[in-house]
């Protein structure tokens, strides 16, 4: 039984705007998916109503089986890391950790050694009673993240967690997450506009955009599968262009301005009822070169030079992919 289970789930905002559009996904027990999309694509309204801090306009939200969708944020289980979350200044680490227990209220037995297991698996033991002031960065992090560790949850909900870090404070927090992920074993859903710390860290992506889930897949399904424009594009550094699928001498050929391209078989038989039609051309940055050159004798056209069989080909109106590479 799929642990986190959100179907056909919308969200309209009291102003009428739909931010969710019938988002069905399935989480299994221990596993660590990554919402990945531009902002404003609807992946903080998913997270904040699975932890209850959103009301969910239709569709049902399951954990462990049973619908959630009216049952307190307190109740569900989850522990959420925000992006710009901070410590209480005035508290010692060790309170920080305990905080969140103490208003639940446990036993202070019970708390204490939370706490201390918590500090040892995040190695903050010998910091427990300094204040946040005196704590680098990275050891900030991580009493935030400790936080909700030391909560006991069984899925972690991380909404850019790591955004605003340096990069080397970041590459830390990566193996930190991981390291939480693989010991506790936790299921851990985490937001990113990032594609590399998406692909670093997922054993499945969703992609998003404009409320709608574009794809979902391992990095590895994404990258030599994207299944339309947008995750292509999204996922490589790309550049699109419009060009026409003709039929030459019993060919079928792709036609850029005068340049017709001979195309393999393979791709030939995935386009075969595109005769005449119009679709989209992907080429990724790194695999074009451009001559700014003057070209021809009249124009000042800049030319495109790239390989037949590393393009991409999608369809105009539904934009999902007709053709990928060494097709
Ligand atoms: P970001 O990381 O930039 O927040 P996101 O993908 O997490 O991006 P959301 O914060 O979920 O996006 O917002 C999705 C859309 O819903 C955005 O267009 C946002 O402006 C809109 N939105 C968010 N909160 C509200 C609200 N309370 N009322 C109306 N619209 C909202």
Do not use: W
Not at 53 to 69: A, F, P, R, V, W
């Amino acid at each position: 039984m799929a642990v986190l289970s959100l179907e056909h789930i919308q969200k309209i905002y009291p102003n009428g705007f739909e931010a969710v559009k019938n988002f069905n996904l399935q989480i299994e027990e221990k596993e660590f998916v990554v919402l990945l999309g531009p902002s404003g694509c609807g992946k903080s309204t998913v997270l904040r109503m699975i932890a209850g801090l959103e009301t969910i306009s239709s569709g049902e939200l399951k954990i462990d089986g049973q619908i959630m969708n009216n049952v307190d944020t307190k109740d569900r289980e989850i522990a959420m890391i925000f992006k710009n979350a901070v410590l209480y200044p005035n508290m010692t680490v060790y309170d920080n950790l305990a905080s969140g227990l103490r208003l639940c209220r446990l036993s202070k037995k019970e708390i204490d050694s939370r706490v201390r297991e918590t500090a040892k698996f995040l190695e903050l033991e010998d910091i427990l009673d300094q204040k946040p002031e005196k704590l680098s960065e990275g050891q900030k992090q991580s009493v935030i993240r400790g936080r909700a560790i030391v909560r006991n949850s069984k899925i972690y909900l991380m909404d850019e967690a790591l955004s605003n870090l340096e990069d080397n404070i970041k590459s830390q927090m990566y193996e930190e997450i991981q390291k939480i992920h693989e010991k506790q074993g936790d299921t851990i859903l985490y937001v990113t506009e990032n594609q590399a710390e998406a692909m670093a860290l997922g054993d499945r992506i969703v992609v998003m955009k404009d409320g709608v889930i574009k794809q979902i897949g391992s990095p590895t399904e994404l990258k030599e599968n994207p299944a339309n424009r947008f995750v292509a594009g999204y996922l490589f550094d790309m550049e699109f262009y419009d060009v026409k699928c003709v039929r030459e001498g019993g060919n079928i050929c792709i036609k850029t301005g005068t340049n017709t391209f001979p195309l393999s078989e393979k791709q030939a038989e995935k386009l075969k009822d595109y005769g005449g039609q119009t679709i989209y051309m992907g080429i990724r940055q790194s695999d074009l070169k451009k001559s700014t050159e003057k070209s021809g004798k009249k124009n000042n056209i800049a030319e495109i030079v790239f390989d037949i069989s590393k393009v991409y080909l999608f369809d105009k109106d539904t934009e999902e992919t007709l053709v990928l590479p060494e097709d």
